[in-house]
């Protein structure tokens, strides 16, 4: 079992720290089309039905130097970081993004990426912000029928009914994994390496969609069948809530500090597996409602307090002993909420930390100390 | 690149002060004052931005309140700074919007300006300017427990989509829906086509005192824009803002029959981008007068004028979802260099002098982009100012001092 379970981790782990290579390898050996893309409300689905690999950008590794002339340096990593790697050639695998509305900054990299970046493909997919209307509703719907067309378009492809409805029980096979890595963890927090679970989830954000699903059943399967039993433990519980985790050692350090991490409220953690496609309705239209009520991000409107009382809800359920806030500098839909949350946790008397990242995370020693202390103080 | 012979002949006279200031500055008093009082005479107060459609408000005669004006006086009166600390106390990051993070310290605290602005009945966003103001808009709905009511505008990349214009449209029915509900009553039709009517007069007033700076000498600069600009924002669609910007044009109107130069000496004709600079508006103009450089225009006075070839005054609810949507910071780069070009055209301008401002993300990010493309296909220079609208911890003045001196020099 262990081998399996080691195998199959050591896969993702790979694709996770080296996404570019995968990318590439994709668009090399399968001669598929890659389409890059920002934002949980990607349309992923409709990418993958047309037959192309949407494939997650999660900022840079490198230093900034190419962007610094298009982008002020009030501007997240995430979006300076992509720039960077699509100007310097990084990205030369893509055909091209698709762009959903995020924020301002992703809004504003759009156009900077479409005069500068020279990708043959370009697509803007202008969703909602508000979810809690029945115009938004409708309009949700439309703007993915149109970006089907426009997918159509630039692939060159007719994209059938069939097509999306397999893309979706592929998505939703992915999706019901995720969940039960989650539900496995919260049961068991120690079930895996501590960092694995977000080695995964980047993982799947670049991989061919069948191959992802699999390897996740595989490894649901590994892991069900023989994992020990979870031992009694006083060890802290852990729930991670911001953007993008693109620093998964953040949750080694943090287990050697005394606390696992069990949930999140993360672009790329459980903000991306919540939420399965019905697959009875009509495969737009199903989308479309996922999106509607999925776990909500910041830079959607669901209601004033949605945010609030999902993540009350989720440390409730998981029994948390402590949110560490995880933000991208710069990033304002979260550090509006910041305020908002933390008091609403604090009534609770649930910790809070927050935990600002610009490039790169703090040096590993600093990071230690102040999650030491914080895990002494739950 | 422009002929300034003759301007630098008759450039002598003073330009003294713009007389209609104490009038706009007494009509503010008066409409703060109503709205500190609006419970008194029973009367709705509700929160909009600055970009949002306000004529259904004034058409149901509820008194708008603009939290982005507030932010601009705080801004002005330099209290910026000590504001926008209460707010990172409360947990607010230093880099959001200073005029979110300064209104949002006011209201927890009664601070500022004016003690705060009077609290809302209701909130009404509009996320044509940015995606701050809806995040901004959650906070004051959960501060002061109202309702909130969200006009969402989708970005225009290139041309407006069929599916974004039917969402607008049907979004201004439930705007309207929204409203009926908070005012226990009806829309009055009629009412609501008087306030188009006299919003598009206002507009059409405003933009015919913009365009007098097309004149050389000009008579006006971005920095009187700045100032005058206030009641387009605050009472647009009413009669009030349009007796004044009658009264404002007549004097315009009278400064070019004297040849009078608001920058005595004339010599470059600037435009300048982005928000104020609040707290050194004067400082700059006088750095720029310094130079015999005159700011003709700016794109953000002119922002809201700028949808008028959109609106239909005669069916103003349905081509205000087209308008609202197309204001100049909901639309594409390769869209506002279009304006850029007509602009610089229109005031005939040797430079761009844009404002890098940290508070404003949608403003400002790009701006490198549109620099490069101003230079390459008009051939006109331009200096960036790194600095902040509200939080002066960011202006740099010695820094800028020097920029803005070379860049002179290279005119
Ligand atoms: S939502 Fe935040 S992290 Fe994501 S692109 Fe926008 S600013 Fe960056
Ligand atoms: S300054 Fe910019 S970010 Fe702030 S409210 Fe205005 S448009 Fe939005």
Not at chain 1, 235 to 258: N, Q, T
Not at chain 2, 110 to 126: A, K, S, T
Not at chain 2, 201 to 219: I, M, Y
Request: one cysteine or more.
């Amino acid at each position: 079992m262990m081998n399996q379970y080691l195998e199959t981790l050591d896969i993702f782990r790979g694709i996770s720290e080296n996404p570019y290579e995968y990318g590439k390898s994709i668009k090399e050996v399968a001669g598929k089309p890659v389409i890059g893309y920002f934002c949980t409300y990607a349309p992923e689905e409709l990418i993958h039905a047309a037959g192309a690999l949407p494939f997650r950008i999660l900022g840079t590794t490198g230093a900034i130097e190419r962007a610094e002339s298009h982008l002020q340096s009030y501007c997240c990593a995430l979006v300076r970081g992509g720039l960077e790697d699509a100007l310097t050639g990084r990205l030369g695998f893509l055909d091209g993004a698709v762009f959903p509305h995020t924020c301002d900054s992703i809004q504003r990299l759009s156009d900077i990426w479409r005069l500068n970046a020279g990708f043959g493909i370009h697509i803007d997919a202008v969703l909602p912000v508000k979810l809690n209307a029945p115009s938004a509703h409708k309009y949700m719907a439309d703007v993915l029928h149109k970006a089907v067309r426009d997918l159509e378009h630039a692939l060159g492809k007719t994209i059938t009914e069939e097509a999306i409805a397999a893309s979706v029980s592929v998505y939703n096979r992915m999706r019901r994994s995720l969940l039960s890595l989650y539900s496995m963890i919260d049961r068991n927090p120690g079930v895996m390496a501590p960092d694995a679970m977000y080695h995964i989830l980047r993982a799947v954000m670049v991989m061919e969609r069948e191959d992802a699903a699999s390897r996740l059943e595989a490894l649901v399967r590994v892991l069900e069948e023989n994992a020990a039993p979870a031992e009694k433990s006083d060890r802290k519980r852990i729930l991670l809530a911001g953007g993008i985790c693109s620093h998964p050692d953040i949750c080694r350090i943090l287990h050697e500090s005394g606390a696992d991490v069990v949930s999140d409220d993360l672009c790329t953690g459980l903000r991306y597996a919540d939420g399965l496609i019905d697959e009875t309705e009509r495969p737009v239209e199903a989308l479309a409602k996922r999106n509607l009520g999925r776990m909500v991000c910041p830079a959607k409107h669901l209601s004033v307090t949605a945010r609030g009382e999902n993540l009350f809800a989720e440390v409730t359920r998981k029994r948390v002993d402590g949110v560490i806030f995880l933000q991208l500098k710069f990033c304002d839909p979260h550090a509006f909420d910041y305020p908002y949350l933390k008091d609403r946790l604090h009534r609770e008397n649930v910790a809070s930390m927050l935990l600002e990242i610009d490039q790169q995370p703090p040096p590993e020693g600093q990071l230690r100390t102040r999650f030491e202390t914080f895990v002494e103080m739950l | 690149m422009s002929d300034h012979s003759k301007v630098n002949a008759d450039a002598g006279k003073d330009p003294g002060k713009i007389r209609s200031v104490s009038r706009l500055k007494e009509i503010m008093t008066h409409y703060y004052i109503d709205a500190k009082t609006a419970r008194d005479n029973s009367k709705k107060v509700a929160w909009i931005t600055s970009g949002g459609p306000v004529e259904p408000l004034i058409a149901m005669d509820v008194i708008p309140v603009y939290p982005e004006n507030h932010g601009a006086m705080v801004g002005a009166s330099k209290m910026g700074v000590d504001l926008c600390r209460q707010a990172e106390v409360m947990g607010y990051s230093p880099d959001l919007c200073s005029y979110a993070r300064a209104d949002i310290a006011c209201a927890v605290t009664q601070g500022g300006p004016i003690g705060g602005l009077p609290e809302p009945d209701f909130l009404v966003c509009c996320n044509n300017i940015c995606g701050t103001v809806l995040k901004w808009y959650e906070v004051a709905a959960r501060h002061f427990k109202v309702p909130l009511f969200i006009l969402d505008t989708p970005f225009i990349h290139g041309e407006m989509t069929e599916e974004a214009r039917r969402y607008v449209m049907s979004q201004v029915e439930e705007y309207i829906g929204f409203l009926e509900k908070q005012c226990g009553r009806k829309m009055d039709y009629d009412r609501m086509d008087e306030v188009g009517r006299l919003s598009v007069e206002g507009l059409r007033l405003w933009q015919a005192v913009l365009d007098t700076a097309a004149h050389k000498p000009s008579p006006i600069t971005a920095f009187d824009a700045f100032f005058h600009l206030a009641l387009i924002v605050t009472l647009r669609g009413t009669q009030v803002a349009v007796d004044y910007y009658k009264e404002l044009l007549d004097e315009m109107h009278e400064r070019l029959e004297q040849g009078i130069a608001v920058v005595p000496g004339e010599k470059y004709r600037l435009l300048w981008d982005n928000l104020p600079v609040w707290y050194r508006t004067n400082w700059l103009s006088e750095k720029f007068a310094s130079h015999h450089a005159c700011l003709v225009a700016d794109t953000y006075t002119s922002a809201w004028s700028g949808i008028l070839p959109l609106i239909d005054e005669n069916r103003f609810l349905e081509s205000m979802s087209v308008s609202y949507s197309s204001v100049y910071i909901n639309i594409s780069h390769d869209r506002m260099i279009d304006k850029l070009r007509e602009m610089i055209e229109k005031y005939d301008a040797d430079g761009l002098v844009m404002h890098s401002n940290r508070s404003c993300k949608p403003y400002s990010l790009g701006q490198y982009d549109l620099q490069k493309m101003v230079m390459d296909q008009l051939g006109i220079p331009s200096l960036i100012i790194e600095a902040d609208m509200v939080d002066e911890r960011h202006f740099a003045e010695s820094q800028i001092e020097t920029r803005i001196d070379a860049f002179m020099e290279t005119l």
